[in-house]
């Protein structure tokens, strides 16, 4: 079974530019998350879909970050204009929302902003 | 607000011995946790979990012990191995919440032979 896809895996832009991360779960897994991880701190929650629909996103900071996932499979995520502060691992999980399911991670995004 | 914490930054063990890491949460409408290990430049890959009705659940070497009352939940790996070293989360989630998960900052586990 295929796991969690992630594209780029390394990305280097300056700051103000703007960035594009995506994401492809597991198939049949109707949830989808993505979580920054900085480094030395563990992931934090940035959104959180169910099939094509937000189910929390009450920690994304919607002014500067976008995300979408058409058809309920695939999900991008979107950082425009960048930071400095946002330098650090996006990661995606995937999982059925069902409870006692397991979330599996893809291999995340390190992003530099510069 | 850290939910879940892990105030253990760094471990070293002997192979061999036992590994004991340790995470403590405040919020009492967990009701799952897990634990994740992860590698450098991979994503988190999930070990094992426990439900909140139960206080122990055991998987080969590893083993998880909850004790609700005092919020604190550890994972045992018995006997440890040079490949266990890597970084630990605890991780806990609400099932009234969307099950998203509330990680700790890791410990860092290395495994000396």
């Known amino acids: 079974e295929a796991g969690v896809a992630q594209s780029p895996r390394y990305k280097i832009i300056e700051k103000r530019q703007s960035v594009a991360f995506w994401c492809n779960p597991i198939?049949?897994?109707?949830?989808l998350y993505w979580y920054q991880q900085i480094l030395g701190q563990g992931p934090k929650l940035l959104i959180q879909?169910?099939?094509?629909?937000?189910?929390?996103d009450s920690q994304l900071p919607k002014d500067r970050f976008s995300a979408e996932r058409l058809k309920g499979v695939d999900s991008t995520l979107k950082i425009q204009p960048a930071k400095l502060e946002d330098s650090a691992v996006y990661l995606c999980?995937?999982?059925?929302?069902?409870?006692?399911?397991?979330?599996?991670f893809g291999p995340g995004t390190r992003l530099l902003v510069l | 607000d850290q939910q879940v914490k892990q105030n253990s930054p760094s471990l070293s063990v002997q192979e061999g011995r036992i590994s004991i890491l340790n995470c403590d949460y405040t919020?009492?409408?967990?009701?799952?946790f897990l634990w994740y290990k992860k590698y450098p430049a991979e994503g988190p890959t999930f070990l094992i979990s426990?439900?909140?009705?139960?206080d122990k659940n055991e998987d080969g070497r590893f083993t998880v012990f909850l004790n609700k009352s005092a919020k604190h939940l550890s994972l045992h790996i018995v006997p440890s191995q040079p490949g266990d070293s890597a970084v630990y989360f605890c991780?806990?989630?609400?099932?009234?919440?969307?099950?998203?998960?509330?990680f700790g900052k890791g410990t860092s586990l290395l495994v000396t032979p």
């Open positions: 879909f169910q099939n094509n629909g937000v189910v929390d």
């Open positions: 991780a806990a989630s609400n099932s009234n919440s969307g099950y998203a998960l509330n």
């Open positions: 919020n009492s409408m967990f009701d799952y």
């Open positions: 198939s049949g897994h109707a949830t």
């Open positions: 426990i439900s909140s009705i139960k």
């Open positions: 999980a995937s999982s059925f929302l069902r409870f006692g399911e397991t979330q599996y």
